[in-house]
C-alpha cells in the first residue's frame, strides 16, 4: 500500500466521503483515515433530513449554501448509483413545518412571502394530506423540497464509489499527529503508521478542535449530543416528514419512523438518557398522537460538531494553504456534505469559488472576536 497521497483527509464520515469522492473524480490521490468505522459516528445518529428551508431562518449565504447542496443530492442520486450500484434512499415528499399556535402559525405564513416555493397550508388541507397528524394543529407550512436521504447509504455509495475511483480509506487509525515534513509534505502519525500526504483536510466532526490547536489555531468545537429514537406501526401513515421547533418525525417507508432529536450541549456521552427519549416522545406525541401507540425499535445518540457561531468551518489555515478545513456542520451534516465536498475541492483545485461562501465559512471569521487559547 502506498503511504503517500496528494490529499490527507482526517475523518471517514459524510464530509470526508463526500470530499474524498469528488477528489478521486479528479484523478487526486486520496488517502482517509477514521478513527474508528466510516460513518459510525455523528453521520450514524443523523434521520438524513435535508432541511434547508427548516433549519434555516434567514436568506444569508448559509441558506444559498444549503439550498446548493440540496439540490445537488438529486444530481448524485443516480451519479452514486451508477458507480456503486447503491440507492441513497432520496425521498422527495417534502415536509410540513407545524404551528400549534396562532403565532406560530403567523410567523409561519410570514416566510411564505420570501420564498416562492413555500405554501401555507390550513388545518383541513394539512388532514386532508396527513390524517394521522393531530387536528389540534393551526396548519403547516408546506416545504416541497425538504426531503431525506439514508446516511447510512449515503455513505456506503461515497465510499464505494470513491475507492473505485482510486482513493483509500483505512479505519480504526485515528490520527495523533500532522507533522510538516518539507515545505509540501505532512505526515499524519496513526497506530497503524505514518502517512505521508501534501495537503491535509481536517474533516472529523467534534474531534476537529485538537487539530485546530495543534496546527496554532484558537478555534472551539463543542459537543452537542442528539438523541433518537426509531419506532415502528402498521397503523400510523406518513408522507411527508413533520417539523416542529428542531423536532421530527421521518417517515422511512417502511413502517418506520425516525423521531429526533435532543440537544445537549458539552455532553461527549454518546448514550441516549431516559429523560432525553422521553422528552421527545412528549414533543412530539402532540402533534401525530398515533406514534405513542408504536412500537419502540430503538434508541441512540450522536455528537453534533458546533462552532461558535453554530455554521461550518469550509476554507484553508490562514498561514498555510495546504491544510484546511471541513467541520463544524452542526445539525445539517448531511444536508452540507454534497456542497462542502465541491468547496474543498475547488479550494484544492484552486478553481473559482463565490466569495460570499469563503466569508461566510472562513476559518478566521471569529477570530477577530476571540483571542482565547484552548484549554
Known amino acids: 500500500m502506498s503511504k503517500h497521497y496528494d490529499v490527507g483527509i482526517v475523518g471517514g464520515g459524510i464530509i470526508g466521503q463526500s470530499i474524498a469522492y469528488q477528489l478521486a473524480k479528479e484523478g487526486i490521490s486520496v488517502l482517509v483515515l477514521d478513527r ?25 449565504a448559509f441558506f444559498q449554501f444549503a439550498k446548493e447542496s440540496q439540490r ?6 443516480d451519479e452514486l448509483s451508477n458507480f456503486s450500484q447503491i440507492h441513497i434512499q432520496l425521498v422527495d415528499k417534502g415536509m410540513y413545518k407545524v404551528a400549534l399556535s396562532q403565532e406560530e402559525a403567523i410567523a409561519l405564513k410570514n416566510a411564505v412571502q420570501h420564498h416562492e416555493t413555500l405554501e401555507w397550508h390550513t388545518r383541513e388541507t394539512v388532514l386532508n394530506h ?35 475511483l482510486g482513493a483509500t480509506f483505512i479505519e480504526n487509525a485515528p490520527v495523533q499527529s500532522i507533522k510538516k515534513a518539507s515545505v509540501n509534505d505532512y505526515i499524519l502519525s496513526t497506530p497503524q503508521g505514518d502517512f505521508t500526504c501534501n495537503k491535509v483536510v481536517i474533516a472529523n466532526g467534534v474531534w476537529s478542535g485538537y487539530f485546530f490547536k495543534q496546527l496554532g489555531l484558537p478555534n472551539r468545537m463543542k459537543p452537542v449530543k442528539g438523541e433518537c429514537l426509531a419506532v415502528k406501526s402498521n397503523t400510523l401513515h406518513l408522507e411527508k416528514t413533520i417539523f416542529y421547533d428542531h423536532c421530527y418525525i421521518v417517515p422511512k417507508g417502511d413502517g418506520r419512523f425516525v423521531v429526533g432529536a435532543t440537544m445537549v450541549e458539552d455532553d461527549w456521552s454518546t448514550t441516549p438518557s431516559l429523560g432525553g427519549i422521553h422528552a421527545l416522545i412528549e414533543k412530539v406525541s402532540p402533534l401525530v398522537p398515533g406514534i405513542s401507540s408504536a412500537q419502540l425499535i430503538s434508541t441512540w445518540a450522536g455528537l453534533r460538531p458546533q462552532s461558535e457561531d453554530g455554521k461550518p468551518y469550509i ?3 490562514p498561514e498555510d494553504d495546504n491544510i484546511l478545513f471541513a467541520t463544524g456542520h452542526y445539525r445539517n451534516g448531511i444536508l452540507l456534505a454534497p456542497k462542502t465536498g465541491t468547496m474543498i475541492r475547488d479550494f484544492i483545485l484552486k478553481k473559482k469559488i463565490d466569495e460570499n461562501y469563503v466569508r461566510a ?6 477570530l477577530a472576536q476571540s483571542n482565547e487559547v484552548i484549554v
Not at 46 to 60: F, K, T, V, Y
Not at 72 to 77: A, D, K, R, T, V
Open 36 to 60: 474508528h468505522k466510516g460513518g459510525s459516528g455523528a453521520t450514524s445518529a443523523a434521520a438524513g433530513m435535508l432541511g434547508a428551508n427548516s433549519e434555516l431562518e434567514q436568506n444569508d
Open 130 to 164: 396527513e390524517p394521522s397528524v393531530s387536528s389540534e394543529i393551526e396548519g403547516a407550512l408546506h416545504i416541497p423540497e425538504d426531503g431525506h436521504v439514508s446516511p447510512k447509504h449515503v455513505c456506503e455509495a461515497f465510499t464505494k464509489s470513491a475507492s473505485l
Open 315 to 317: 476554507g484553508v489555515h
Open 72 to 77: 445537488q443530492y438529486h444530481l448524485l442520486q
Open 361 to 366: 465559512f472562513s476559518v478566521t471569521r471569529n
